[in-house]
């Protein structure tokens, strides 16, 4: 990270004939939950999120370049102890073609810094990447990338991987008015440090429910994932309501994913620890309807559902594998409502958006820690300038 922060500062400063500009990005937003880990024990809290996001660009006539840092900051009231900070930077050069089409790549480097308390939780994660858009004609769009990381725990060594993730997708607007869009990943991760066969480590976890990382076998493990998914889009009634309808398919193939159960999730950690997808197949759907208001107010109403098969075993609420020994199963439901307004302050593009949001999550499981509701209700200010 010390190397990133340098070569960031000496491309800043580095005299170029391009047009050049800072960007910068401040958000802060608060949130009142009542089961804020998402589990079948439910505890109230306040978070406070804040984000800062600073880059430097350059602008050529057929290339632009980007150097930029992203800090995001976690902060629970009742829970002081889980507060973390998640520092990244971003390094990336675009090809600009033709239809405001582009061809990018980049190096994104980024870590989690948690207090004592949940060191366990803190990695360093590398990733380069290549993506493209490349516009067909007025009807069709073709998006394809490539991305290669490699994260490291501090202290869950076992789960140190690379992952390889390749897409492809097609955007279609219709004459008619609907937008179909088309996409498919491959995801592939090898751990690095497998355990043999039927070795566990065991480790203190949340309320008495132990950490729990399960071998599979000496060597190397390889997991793998394919996604697919759909969505149209469309207008009804008049310009200003749209209606957006998705569908989503996970299978996996490889090996099974290292087991790790008895952790304490929270909604803002999503990663490897907490919901790993190499870990499940699901059928997942959405709708969003949105609708622009008096006064350029922007409200949207959705309901997502995802029908998980885990490939762990079930656990009771003290993190023992249930008798009948069935592998977990989870029905995922949530439903949502947002309003925003965003505001011009100035003729030099600085831009104000304030929102806020409900949400409503439930969650039928057969492992029971995993059984839960909950529910938030988020306000917030971004300023982008």
């Known amino acids: 990270m010390k190397h990133l922060a340098g070569l960031f500062l000496f491309i800043a400063l580095w005299p170029m004939v391009a047009a050049a500009e800072w960007q910068t990005k401040a958000s802060v937003s608060g949130s009142m939950e009542d089961n804020?880990?998402?589990?079948?024990?439910?505890e109230k809290d306040a978070i406070t999120e804040v984000d800062l996001r600073m880059g430097y660009a350059w602008d050529w006539e057929k290339w632009s370049a980007l150097a930029s840092y992203e800090g995001k900051y976690i902060n629970f009231a009742d829970h002081a102890e889980r507060?973390?900070?998640?520092?990244?930077?971003?390094?990336?050069?675009?090809?600009?073609?033709?239809?405001?089409?582009w061809v990018r790549s980049g190096l994104r480097a980024r870590t989690r810094i948690d207090s004592d308390t949940y060191a366990l939780y803190d990695y360093h994660e590398v990733v380069g990447f290549v993506d493209a858009k490349l516009p067909g004609n007025d009807l069709m769009t073709l998006f394809a990338g490539y991305s290669l990381s490699n994260r490291?725990?501090?202290?869950?060594?076992?789960?140190?991987?690379?992952?390889?993730?390749?897409?492809?997708?097609?955007?279609?607007?219709?004459?008619?008015?609907?937008?179909?869009?088309?996409?498919?990943?491959?995801?592939?991760?090898?751990?690095?440090?497998?355990?043999?066969?039927?070795?566990t480590?065991?480790?203190?976890?949340?309320?008495?429910?132990?950490?729990?990382?399960?071998?599979t076998k000496k060597e190397f493990t390889n997991v793998g994932q394919w996604v697919n998914s759909?969505?149209?889009?469309?207008?009804?009634?008049?310009?200003?309501?749209?209606?957006?309808?998705?569908?989503?398919?996970?299978?996996?193939?490889?090996?099974?994913?290292?087991?790790?159960?008895?952790?304490?999730?929270?909604?803002?950690?999503?990663?490897?620890?907490?919901?790993?997808?190499?870990?499940?197949?699901?059928?997942?759907?959405?709708?969003?309807?949105?609708?622009?208001?008096?006064?350029?107010?922007?409200?949207?109403?959705?309901?997502?559902?995802?029908?998980?098969?885990?490939?762990?075993?079930?656990?009771?609420?003290?993190?023992?594998?249930?008798?009948?020994?069935?592998?977990?199963?989870?029905?995922?439901?949530?439903?949502?409502?947002?309003?925003?307004?965003?505001?011009?302050?100035?003729?030099?593009?600085?831009?104000?958006?304030?929102?806020?949001?409900?949400?409503?999550?439930?969650?039928?499981?057969n492992d029971a820690f995993d059984h839960y509701n909950s529910a938030s209700t988020t306000s917030g200010v971004e300023l982008v300038f």
Do not use: C
Request: aromatic fraction near 10%; hydrophobic fraction near 30%.
């Open 36 to 42: 804020v880990f998402r589990n079948s024990r439910p």
């Open 83 to 101: 507060n973390y900070l998640s520092p990244q930077i971003t390094l990336a050069a675009q090809l600009n073609l033709e239809k405001k089409g």
């Open 152 to 199: 490291r725990y501090n202290e869950l060594e076992e789960l140190d991987n690379l992952e390889h993730q390749l897409y492809g997708g097609l955007q279609m607007p219709l004459e008619s008015g609907p937008t179909i869009a088309v996409y498919s990943e491959l995801g592939y991760k090898q751990y690095l440090s497998p355990l043999d066969t039927g070795t």
């Open 201 to 215: 480590i065991v480790r203190q976890g949340y309320r008495g429910r132990n950490i729990v990382t399960t071998g």
């Open 230 to 365: 759909l969505s149209v889009s469309s207008p009804v009634i008049d310009d200003k309501t749209g209606i957006r309808f998705s569908v989503k398919y996970r299978i996996n193939f490889g090996d099974s994913n290292l087991l790790l159960s008895g952790l304490s999730a929270d909604h803002y950690s999503e990663n490897d620890l907490f919901d790993d997808r190499y870990g499940y197949e699901s059928r997942e759907f959405g709708v969003m309807v949105s609708r622009i208001l008096l006064y350029g107010v922007t409200a949207r109403v959705g309901y997502d559902q995802a029908i998980k098969d885990y490939t762990e075993t079930a656990h009771d609420i003290s993190g023992n594998p249930v008798l009948t020994n069935p592998e977990r199963s989870d029905n995922y439901r949530r439903l949502w409502a947002r309003i925003e307004k965003a505001v011009l302050l100035s003729g030099k593009g600085t831009q104000l958006r304030l929102y806020g949001e409900y949400q409503k999550i439930w969650n039928d499981s």
